[in-house]
């Protein structure tokens, strides 16, 4: 079977929204020998991927009939919610772990990986974009409830935004309604990294936007993806229908 640095699920859908899934596998390409040197605990981190996160995208997209696109690498592969400048473009040390396969990793390799999964990907991102001028991307991730040595994280979803806020700010007011949860506005992580994904799809072409972050304890399973997704959905669409454009 060929590889391909992406899938693309629901491809043929014309819905004007595009989910969106940077950090979906913890895939290292064949042609890196299948592994990063790092022993399996590690490769089902959060340091290798975001766990839960492609089941959830999967299921905001059939919610909601719409095509979503999601990596088929490991961010520690070269990490595609980065600038090609960013100095955490590739990493050697994550959360505690070194990256051996990483170590030695020249300038010359970046450019590989960057030609062999990083472009691959964003340009298949750009052409499902580009398809419709009323694109609206929602972009999905998950996170850890606790970093090493840091201190536990309470939020069960973040909602994160640069400066446009026009779809995060009622998505926001109604996951704030809902009272079993705890929400965070650019928690865990603040909203806005230039040259990531959302900046380079998003906000440079004035589509409309979000990033959802789950708290990964809470999408373990099949089962909580789909609820999550078929939750998120319905809310998704009732946030657009409030934005002025």
Not at 126 to 138: C, F
Not at 147 to 157: A, G, N
Request: with cysteine.
């Amino acid at each position: 079977m060929t590889y391909l640095p992406y899938f693309i699920h629901g491809e043929n859908r014309e819905s004007r929204w595009l989910i969106t899934c940077d950090h979906a596998t913890n895939t290292v390409p064949p042609d890196l020998g299948g592994n990063l040197g790092l022993p399996e605990a590690d490769m089902t981190r959060h340091i290798a991927y975001d766990p839960g996160a492609a089941g959830v995208t999967r299921a905001i997209a059939d919610a909601l009939g719409a095509p979503a696109i999601l990596s088929n690498f490991s961010r520690l592969v070269i990490d595609p919610n980065r600038g090609e400048d960013d100095p955490t473009l590739l990493m050697r040390l994550y959360d505690g772990s070194v990256i051996p396969g990483n170590r030695n990793a020249d300038a010359t390799e970046k450019e590989r990986r960057l030609n062999a999964y990083y472009r691959p990907y964003h340009e298949a991102l750009n052409a499902l974009a580009s398809r419709r001028e009323d694109t609206v991307i929602v972009a999905v991730h998950s996170f850890t409830r606790q970093l090493k040595s840091r201190p536990s994280r309470p939020w069960h979803i973040g909602i994160l935004h640069a400066y446009d806020r026009r779809l995060s700010d009622p998505l926001i007011a109604a996951l704030e309604a809902e009272p079993d949860l705890v929400v965070g506005r650019n928690e865990p992580y603040p909203g806005h990294l230039p040259g990531d994904a959302i900046d380079r799809h998003a906000l440079h072409h004035g589509r409309l936007n979000t990033l959802i972050e789950l708290r990964n304890d809470l999408i373990e399973t099949d089962a909580a993806q789909t609820a999550w997704g078929t939750r998120l959905a319905p809310m998704l669409e009732a946030a657009l229908a409030q934005t002025k454009e």
